[in-house]
């Protein structure tokens, strides 16, 4: 059966809600004190000599003080719902998140469906510091999932995310060379391929070196008990490492190639630490640390 199209109410309710459900409310207070402003305010006084050529400017404020008069309602209205909206969703992913860790039992994220799957990754890279946005793959097969953006020294840094909550079967290197081929479309810094099972030999050996880092269902583990903390305790801190390691990428913004951390040994910035191509002196791309 075909999916019910989305009324134009709803297209904004759900893109305001990509936002905090905390941001949705201040926007609207200040969203019914902007329209109430300009719905209240009186119209211009006009010479009725002049009237006929100042027309157009009146039928223009009378349309605006219109809009306003209807909107300082509405407008507000769309914004607390998408705050409701965005609220249930961070609580469905939280409690998502906290029943897969909880369960030592892998079949807590096996039973979910493709798309608590990836409400659930959305949520363990929200907690990484990432902010994600649900692109909606359309299927458990379709697209790119989700997108991530990071601040970093010079503005944001995107990268990509697919999800693949495959049980029976490995995921294959076709997947990741395609995840690879989106990155380069879309000028990513990194791509992730996340799975609940394991990746075939041939996936492995197509992503290394590459700036597309593959978690499987072990370290995916490892992802989740991060998030939820928000750290490690003692008995974490080599998990943790582990997991920010794999989830830190630093490419070379020349040719996409691993970087490593340098030292500059002489120039203004001796003794500094930076970011340098690991394929130097082939590639010189550098970056702040």
């Known amino acids: 059966m075909a999916r019910k199209k989305k009324s134009d109410a709803e297209t904004v309710i759900d893109l305001f809600a990509l936002m905090p459900w905390w941001a949705c409310v201040a926007l609207a207070a200040v969203a019914y004190v902007a329209l109430h402003a300009l719905a209240s305010k009186a119209p211009a006084t006009v010479d009725p000599a002049q009237a006929l ?20 309602y509405l407008v ?15 609580y469905r992913r939280g409690k998502l998140l906290e029943e897969a860790v909880r369960s030592q039992d892998a079949a807590a ?22 902010a994600v946005v649900e692109a909606g ?34 995921v294959g290197v076709d997947v990741v060379r395609e995840l690879y081929g989106v990155m380069a479309a ?48 003692k008995a974490a801190t080599v998990r943790d490492e582990r997991a920010n390691a794999e989830m830190t990428m630093v490419v070379c913004p020349l040719c996409s190639s691993a970087m490593v951390r340098r030292v500059a040994k002489r120039g203004p910035n001796a003794g500094e630490q930076f970011y340098g191509c690991s394929t130097y002196p082939v590639c010189r791309g550098t970056r702040a640390a």
Not at 76 to 90: F, H, K
Not at 109 to 130: C, N, P, Q, S
């Open 109 to 130: 994220v096996d039973g979910m469906t493709w798309h608590e799957f990836e409400l659930l990754i959305g949520e363990a890279f929200r907690r990484k510091g990432y």
């Open 76 to 90: 507000p209205v769309l914004l607390l719902a998408a705050a409701a909206v965005s609220a249930v969703r961070r």
């Open 137 to 170: 793959g359309g299927g458990p097969d379709g697209g790119i999932d989700l997108v991530l953006r990071k601040p970093v020294t010079n503005g944001n840094e995107t990268y990509v995310v697919q999800c693949k909550h495959w049980k029976a079967q490995k």
């Open 53 to 72: 050529n100042q027309l157009d400017k009146l039928l223009v404020g009378a349309a605006l003080r219109g809009l306003a008069t209807f909107g300082q």
């Open 186 to 233: 879309r000028g990513a810094a990194g791509g992730f391929v996340v799975t609940s099972g394991r990746f075939t030999t041939e996936a492995m050996a197509f992503a290394q070196g590459r700036n597309v880092r593959l978690v499987d269902g072990a370290r995916l583990k490892e992802l989740l008990e991060v998030a939820r903390t928000g750290g490690p305790g």
